[in-house]
């Protein structure tokens, strides 16, 4: 890379040139209408320039930092850069081709859960299992997974997650959801205790179910989310007789399956139930 130097005159020939009129002589008059010409003396100045010129084969220049830069500084940059862009531009195509073949697998899942109409859960122990697997405590009869029995009896998940010994709706967030349990005794109730083990928080309303079949609304609103498996308390004001109690959530508060692992019904004269029935608006088990 050659850089043009500022030019710079070495050398000049001046050539001054004197020009006068001719000598006196005899003055002749004009004719009249002729009008002669000018012979006014007058010196005339002409230059002739020969410039010379500085080629330099390296820059002389610095950077913002104040480092000297050379042709071969400059030369070397570019071919990096070119080299970065190329890299960018080889990472790209690989970053293009591996999200094809994630969408690829997404549309083989998606394929293949139409085929089965539901997919592989979690069971208590850790392995998967069908939804339609039939589980339960030894010397009990078996239940389905995540079926509305789950509900029915003690708690029997012990930890927090995706597990089939809790009833959960039959999709994550369809929307208003129900869980309907009995009991044994009708009492006047004190408390109605839900345990959540899955994504708390949907509950939406529990109700009282009365001996007419009538529901009165024990209490109504928003829960806040916890971290599962927890227990929710709702208080009794006033005499509610029942031996029945309606869970109402709203799946699309909380993002995933709500799982209930149990409810306990508590009477105001000191009594602790368990439900010993359940129906629900759905659950994972039912047929799609």
């Given amino acids: 890379m050659a850089f043009l130097g500022k030019s710079r005159v070495t050398g000049a020939a001046f050539t001054l040139m004197l020009l006068c009129g001719s000598g006196a002589g005899a003055q002749v008059t004009p004719a009249a209408g002729y009008t002669p010409p000018d012979d006014t003396p007058r010196i005339g100045v002409g230059m ?6 500085t080629l330099q084969t ?6 913002a930092a104040g480092n000297s830069v050379t042709a071969t500084d400059l030369q070397e940059s570019v071919r990096q850069l070119n080299q970065a862009r190329a890299e960018l531009a080889s990472t790209q195509r690989r970053l293009n081709t591996a999200l094809n073949q994630i969408s690829m697998l997404q549309d083989q899942v998606q394929a293949l859960g139409n085929l089965s109409g539901r997919r592989p859960r979690v069971l208590s122990g850790g392995e998967l299992t069908d939804p339609q697997a039939y589980i339960g405590p030894p010397g009990q009869p078996a239940r389905r997974a995540w079926g509305e029995e789950q509900a029915i009896g003690a708690p029997d998940t012990h930890q927090a997650g995706d597990i089939s010994t809790a009833w959960a709706s039959k999709l ?4 208003e959801e129900w869980l ?4 044994s005794n009708q009492v006047y109730l004190a408390e109605v205790r839900v345990r959540e083990t899955y994504n708390p928080g949907a509950i939406s309303k529990v109700a009282a179910v009365l001996p007419n079949g009538q529901e009165q609304t024990i209490w109504e609103g928003v829960t806040e989310p916890g971290e599962a498996p927890i227990e929710k308390v709702f208080p009794v004001s006033g005499n509610v007789y029942a031996k029945g109690v309606k869970v109402y959530l709203d799946t699309r508060r909380v993002p995933g399956w709500n799982e209930i692992d ?24 039912d047929p799609r």
């Fill in 180 to 183: 309907n349990l009995e009991y």
């Fill in 48 to 53: 002739t320039l020969w410039p010379s010129f």
């Fill in 262 to 285: 149990a409810v306990e019904l508590v009477g105001r004269d000191g009594t602790r139930q368990w439900a010993s029935h359940a129906t629900a608006s759905s659950s994972y088990a």
């Fill in 58 to 63: 390296e820059p002389n220049i610095t950077d």
């Fill in 172 to 175: 994550p967030d369809g929307g």
